[in-house]
């Protein structure tokens, strides 16, 4: 039996590491079909939809182990600066409209 540096079994922490990869792949790719079945074409809708099922799978596999925990943490951020960027696009679209006007 390997140990992790932290003293856990490499093999179980190996299968809770892919199991959320796995859960999340599968959960992301329904989503998008359904989304591209009903033609939905924005942009927003995609990541936001996504980003909800991201935070919600990530909550049933915090607690597993390290390694899912700093994934987690790195993709969490990645989606959150996402999320801003498209907040700030809204906003600017928004301002030019309105100065159009």
Do not use: C
């Amino acid at each position: 039996m390997r140990l992790t540096e932290t003293g856990e079994n490499l093999k179980g922490s190996l299968s809770g590491y892919f199991k959320f990869v796995i859960t999340l792949i599968i959960i992301l790719a329904i989503i998008n079909l359904m989304l591209i079945y009903f033609r939905q074409t924005s942009p927003g809708v995609f990541y936001a939809a996504n980003a909800v099922a991201y935070y919600m799978v990530s909550l049933f596999f915090i607690g597993l182990n390290n390694r899912v925990r700093s994934t987690s943490n790195t993709i969490g951020i990645i989606i959150f600066l996402g999320f801003w960027i498209i907040v700030i696009d809204q906003a600017v679209q928004i301002v030019k409209a309105t100065l159009a006007k």
